[in-house]
């Protein structure tokens, strides 16, 4: 099994940036569909992306489309997230998660569709 480790979380200003890392272990994430989810307190875990191991196009929740870029790089078994222009609402805990099965579309924002997941990293968004 894949074991994944986010970092670089933090607090930052509304219109500020930062770049999240998911270090795996163990296995390679060519062989994985990954994603980012993240979830306040209180509240649900949401999607917020993903990158299909088969598919060049990744998948954003609306509500960071334009501003979130979600990257990989398999010879540094790492995925990113890159969260520009970043809001309030985007506090919360941010988990990167794995799963080997090949995700459908209709699949990729539903947390039970992954098996493997990180600790989280926080992300405060404050003025």
């Known amino acids: 099994q894949v074991q994944l480790e986010e970092s670089g979380g933090g607090s930052v200003q509304p219109g500020g940036s930062l770049r999240l890392s998911c270090a795996a272990s163990?296995?390679?994430?060519?062989?994985?569909?990954m994603g980012w989810f993240r979830q306040a307190p209180g509240q649900e875990r949401q999607f917020v992306a993903t990158?299909?191991?088969?598919?060049?196009?990744?998948n954003y929740a609306d509500s960071v489309k334009g501003r979130f870029t979600i990257s990989r790089d398999n010879a540094k078994n790492t995925v990113y997230l890159q969260m520009n222009d970043l809001k309030p609402d985007d506090t919360a805990v941010y988990y990167c998660?794995?799963?080997?099965?090949?995700?459908?579309?209709?699949?990729?924002?539903?947390?039970?569709?992954?098996?493997?997941w990180g600790q989280g990293t926080q992300v405060t968004v404050s003025s």
């Open positions: 990158t299909r191991r088969n598919r060049n196009v990744p």
């Open positions: 163990g296995r390679s994430i060519a062989n994985y569909d």
């Open positions: 998660a794995a799963t080997a099965s090949n995700l459908i579309l209709s699949s990729v924002a539903r947390p039970d569709q992954y098996n493997q």
